[in-house]
């Protein structure tokens, strides 16, 4: 338990692990992809890669919060829609991580997400929802570009932001749909982390049970203010936070 002794004797580490903690909980519940912000964060404290395994532990329960509370509102016609090409997403993100260098992904997600946002609001300007999302290659885009940042930097909250808005989805079936989605691809995700990338331990573990208050403090608040926000309010509040968190990626 190495690391769990470092990290009690680390203040800043401890900050970084119980306010990401925090924002976990209220974007899964509600925020969707807000806990973007705190990735820079987690891997100025624990270091790129062995940040992700820190996190995932994390996003696992609290995406099992979101599922229990929000368990039936899902449209699973795009949760099954776009789950192959997430997973199609994991292994090229496995393929190509040893030849990129690691700050050029951060780049490349903001400008697909950037690139999906353009076309979001140019498609729906009459309020409607725009012709391309029935289209057959339109959900597996989005469920690689998911599957592929998911498993780079657990930062797929905007790529699924930006699809879900465009199939302007009731509040209640968003979150729903988003927490179902997270959940199956999360859990696939632990086998990779664990035996290919080595970087959840039993020292991790104990790390992140020590943030499960945390988590259900953001939980809380973030269904709070789903029932809080008016339908047209909390779809621009997703879009703010879906730019922010994109912004966040390039730094």
């Known amino acids: ?14 900050f ?10 209220m974007s899964k519940t509600g925020m969707q992809g807000i806990n973007t912000i705190t990735i820079p964060i987690m891997a100025l404290a624990f270091g790129a890669k062995p940040s992700t395994g820190v996190i995932l532990p994390m996003l696992c329960f609290a995406d099992l919060i979101a599922v229990i509370y929000y368990r039936r509102a899902a449209e699973w016609r795009y949760v099954l829609g776009l789950l192959p090409a997430a997973v199609a997403g994991f292994f090229l993100a496995i393929a190509v991580d040893k030849f990129v260098p690691a700050g050029s992904f951060g780049i ?10 353009v076309v979001m609001f140019w498609t729906e300007r009459g309020g409607v929802k725009s012709s391309f999302v029935d289209k057959w290659w339109y959900g597996p ?25 465009s199939t302007r989805l009731p509040k209640y079936a968003f979150v729903g749909t988003a927490a179902w989605f997270f959940l199956l691809v999360n859990y696939m995700k632990i ?10 331990t039993l020292g991790t573990l104990a790390i992140d049970a020590l943030a499960i208050p945390f988590i259900f403090i953001g939980a809380v608040f ?3 203010l789903v029932k809080k926000l008016p339908e047209s309010k909390y779809r621009a509040f997703i879009i703010a936070t879906t730019v922010l968190s994109t912004l966040m990626l390039l730094f």
Do not use: H, K
């Not at 338990?1 to 401890?14: A, D, G, K, Q």
């Not at 086998?191 to 959840?200: A, S």
């Open 1 to 14: 338990m190495e690391l769990l002794t470092e990290f009690l004797s680390s203040p800043c580490r401890m």
């Open 16 to 25: 970084a692990l119980f306010f990401t903690a925090t924002f976990i909980g």
């Open 108 to 117: 490349l997600m903001a400008f697909c997400i950037f690139l999906g946002l």
């Open 141 to 165: 885009a989005f469920g690689l570009m998911g599957g592929f940042t998911t498993m780079i930097g657990n930062a797929a909250g905007p790529v699924m932001s930006v699809y879900l808005l």
């Open 191 to 200: 086998p990779l982390q664990v035996f290919v990338w080595d970087n959840i």
């Open 222 to 224: 973030g269904i709070w």
